[in-house]
């Protein structure tokens, strides 16, 4: 009885922490900010134009076609098949589509128009037919060996005028860019300069056959070579708002420059997996370093030759833009102009204006005298000039003050901040101790005669860091989080103040944080914070937060790229006006946000934790193993140590619930699919319903008939469509069961009440008839759930299958190992080999559940590892051979042990 109410205590308490795991997915799918980017449009009506390629080609590949984008009248120098520019090649995504390239074609268009440019980018796509790629592996080795030729005769329409090819994939179409240049013979990575991948995931969440697997390990062993034919690799994600592709698989560690679209200047938003190719901010920063990659220099100008030239172009434009929207000559010295006027303050905090400045012919040198202070932060409002920022040693006497003739630039360091009152605003956080500069005396702040036009404003602020850095400890553990137990820190400002920090001690997932005060030294200043989430591992994966007098909070902060850097820790950067008091109070998020971060860095884990406890069960049920209690705590100390506790719990409650919904489906629908069924036949058949369900009744009595109709389907269709059929016939038979199982239960329950007045003998029996018709409903469950669970990755082939019927009503390119485990498990599950005894005796069946059961323990640990998801592919045939060694052990007599 006390194990009986543990494990009712156990389960409910697992059926609450599934229901805060649906509210965690919920928060996931749905809480997130809008798509607040501004929408691109088409100045004229936008063509595309039909490139055709070799009769082969075309013929091997004809749902598939290559296109040039045109806008208007320029289009028709593109049907005469005239091309005069560099060439970009855009790949959809999975499901996407060829017109998904106007975004960045049109705005890369309207730049070289306005620029007057000697130069201009040509826009070439491809058409995949909307193929799943990301759900199938077979369809990728198609779309690469396609794009590969798509390169190939691009570079042909130029007839040897250009080398060299620039390709921007989104999604899947960034993997299968990267797989056109490795993998296919005849392409030499030479040919792509620069490979742009937009929300691409590099760690797939679902990988359904080995095809995919073996797909992304390839290019995961080959990518190297990307990096010796000087091809430059960028990968931009989108944030918080794709829950399609995560910060964390949007992170390409061979990429030269991994950024997330919160960090791009000018950009600071997050977007989801489509705005990223219609985000007008995004799409203009990414066609600025294109049109900055280009060697003008050359005639006619083709892309740069040199990795870092591209480096910079980009890194500039989506990372560390300091100046104006072009980049410039960066020269690393300056000599400063003569006449200026130098203005030295030794104050550690002030606010310098140009408010008092009559004279604007030349420019005003700000000199920040370096003291014991070893951090120095300097924020300037309508400073625009390129070159503001410098270092310097004080040795020219200008009475009354020594000042400097020349310094070292240090712009290259400062970065712009997003302002609201879309002022130009520019700051600098300045280790002095790192400065690679000897006898140092001055930084230096040029306010040039062009900026004193406008109303200048510089914040100086010179400061020891640990006196600014908070620090944030998380009592965020299960127990600390399930009753509301938050870490929490409060940052206090001082009037003169301009930066703060704060370090996430331990801080897993995501802060609130809220401006409880502020009080300005002026009534009707206008106060403007910015707060910001840097995860230092991955610098391209900041955010931005603003609070301001009409929107002051709370605000939440998530952690996006932190799975897997368990021992770095992340901070908050606050820029503050130092004319203003502020106090802000910084906590973690509550348990359901935790849990929607669980969601989104582990929900892959769920599918390989179910089918591990799955069969734990079907191994205890196979020897009737009495040490429950025992297998229950191996497994539990085992998901709890592998740190899957949290997903174990939820596979736990949703099999149950599972198991519920599938007998009240058998109960209350089983009539409806019976009818379906003889429905679909009569339509087949041509026959009446009335000999379809003779028919249908039929094939339930004679289940090798059934078997053998079934899988005779493979060779005209594919195995994945057998499996799924043979499912839903499973289900007709467990509603077959069904009906025998409600009268024998009916029957026992009867003799147990005495109702039937049965003799002490016919009441044991009715007992024991009973319990083996439980036992009969659990193991039918039991191996129903199993089969349909390991079947999930059937559905994709189902869907390319039915996607490429019109074409070829065979799919050939099914995984052959997938396809051997489909003919097994059909087999099994209609012919009805698989039993689990009632009774065991001997040794078989006890080495039979401990393999199944260590088997299962297994799978656990697979779950635990850093991508679960590139196991998924061996769960069928595992499957399908426990079933096989199940149906044997059912089959052959046991003789037992004496």
Request: aromatic share 10%; with cysteine.
């Amino acid at each position: 009885m006390r194990v009986v109410l543990a494990y009712v205590g156990f389960l409910f308490i697992s059926l609450l922490v599934l229901l805060l795991y649906i509210i965690g997915a919920s928060r996931y799918l749905t809480d997130h900010e809008g798509n607040t980017c501004v929408m691109t449009y088409m100045f004229e009506y936008p063509q595309y134009v039909r490139i055709v390629l070799d009769d082969k080609i075309e013929e091997q590949f004809p749902r598939y076609g290559l296109y040039v984008y045109g806008e208007g009248s320029g289009t028709e120098k593109y049907r005469r098949m005239h091309f005069t520019g560099l060439p970009v090649l855009f790949i959809p995504g999975n499901a996407g589509s060829h017109e998904q390239v106007r975004s960045l074609a049109s705005v890369s268009l309207r730049k070289s128009i306005k620029d007057r440019t000697p130069f201009h980018f040509d826009f070439f796509t491809v058409s995949l037919d909307k193929d799943y790629s990301a759900l199938y592996g077979g369809v990728l080795m198609d779309q690469t060996i396609y794009v590969s030729h798509c390169i190939q005769k691009i570079l042909e329409l130029y007839k040897n005028e250009t080398q060299s090819v620039t390709i921007i994939g989104h999604s899947m179409g960034g993997i299968v860019a990267k797989g056109a240049i490795l993998f296919v013979p005849s392409m030499d990575p030479k040919l792509v300069n620069i490979l742009i991948m937009l929300a691409t995931s590099h760690e797939p969440s679902l990988v359904p056959d080995n095809a995919l697997a073996n797909y992304y390990y390839k290019v995961l062993i080959l990518e190297h070579r990307l990096k010796a034919a000087g091809t430059t690799v960028i990968s931009v994600g989108g944030g918080t708002s794709d829950i399609l592709v995560t910060s964390v698989q949007a992170f390409d560690p061979s990429a030269d420059l991994n950024v997330v679209s919160t960090s791009v200047p000018v950009v600071w938003k997050p977007v989801d997996h489509l705005c990223i190719l219609w985000c007008k901010q995004l799409i203009i920063s990414i066609v600025r370093s294109l049109f900055d990659c280009v060697n003008t220099t050359r005639r006619p100008a083709r892309i740069s030759m040199s990795p870092q030239h591209k480096l910079q172009a980009f890194s500039y434009h989506l990372s560390n833009r300091y100046a104006g929207k072009k980049q410039y000559p960066y020269q690393d010295k300056i000599n400063f102009e003569r006449g200026g006027l130098w203005v030295e303050d030794i104050r550690r905090q002030y606010t310098w204006t140009n408010k008092e400045i009559t004279d604007t012919k030349n420019s005003v040198y700000l000199m920040v005298r370096l003291a014991s202070m070893s951090f120095l932060t300097i924020e300037t409002i309508n400073i625009e000039s390129k070159d503001w920022l410098f270092a310097c040693t004080a040795s020219s006497i200008e009475r009354p003050l020594r000042t400097c003739t020349w310094g070292w630039n240090l712009t290259n360091r400062t970065r712009i901040l997003p302002d609201l009152f879309h002022r130009d605003r520019k700051v600098v956080d300045l280790d002095l101790s790192t400065l690679p500069f000897n006898q140092l005396s001055h930084i230096i702040v040029r306010v040039t005669p062009t900026d004193l036009r406008k109303d200048v404003t510089v914040h100086i602020d010179h400061y020891n860091r640990f006196g600014r850095t908070r620090k944030l400890y998380s009592k965020m553990g299960f127990l600390g989080s399930l009753f509301g137990i938050k870490g929490v820190g409060v940052i206090k400002s001082t009037k003169g103040h301009l930066r703060y920090h704060m370090e996430l001690i331990d801080v897993r997932c995501s802060v609130v944080i809220e401006l409880e005060k502020s009080e300005c030294s002026t009534p009707s200043r206008f106060y403007h914070a910015v707060v910001e989430l840097m995860e230092p591992w991955n610098p391209g994966a900041m955010q931005v937060r603003f609070f301001t007098e009409q929107d002051n909070g709370p605000k939440t902060l998530k952690l996006q790229t932190i799975y897997g850097r368990e021992n770095v820790t992340a901070s908050l950067r606050v820029t503050l006006d130092p004319n203003c008091l502020y106090s802000f109070r910084v906590q973690e998020a509550g348990l359901v946000e935790r849990i929607a971060c669980a969601v989104r860095d582990r929900w892959p884990a769920l599918y390989t934790t179910i089918i591990g406890l799955l069969l734990v069960v079907i191994g205890t049920r196979v020897d009737h193993c009495r040490e429950g209690l025992l297998v229950a705590a191996v497994t539990a100390t085992l998901c709890l140590t592998l740190g899957i506790g949290l997903e174990s719990i939820v596979a736990f409650a949703a099999l149950h619930t599972m198991a519920v919904g599938t007998c009240c489906c058998v109960i209350f629908f089983g009539s409806v699919a019976h009818n379906v069924a003889i429905r679909f036949l009569a339509r087949v058949i041509a026959f009446s319903t009335t000999w379809s369900d003779w028919l249908l009744g039929g094939l339930h009595q004679l289940p090798l008939m059934t078997t053998v109709l079934v899988l005779s389907l493979i060779p005209a269709t594919c195995g994945a469509l057998a499996m799924i059929m043979s499912i839903f016939l499973y289900f007709l038979k467990l509603t077959r069961m069904y009906e025998d199982y409600l009268e024998e239960l009916f029957i026992a329950s009867l003799r147990h009440f005495h109702l039937l007045r049965p003799d002490k003998k016919g009441e044991r029996n009715g007992k024991s008839d009973e319990v083996t018709t439980r036992e009969k409903i659990l193991n039918h469950l039991v191996l129903f759930l199993t089969t349909t669970i390991a079947a999930i990755p059937a559905l994709p082939s189902v869907l390319v299958w039915a996607k490429n019927f019109s074409t070829n009503t065979r799919l050939i390119t099914e995984d052959p190992i997938l396809l051997a485990s489909w003919v097994v498990l059909s087999g099994c599950s209609i012919m009805g080999l698989v039993k689990i005894p009632s009774k065991s005796s001997g040794r078989r069946p006890r080495i039979l559940g401990f393999l199944i059961r260590g088997i299962g323990w297994s799978i656990l640990i697979l779950s635990a590892a850093r991508n679960p998801a590139y196991y998924q592919p061996w769960i069928p045939p595992t499957v399908a051979s426990i079933m096989c060694l199940v149906a044997l052990d059912s089959l052959i007599p046991n003789i037992g042990d004496p």
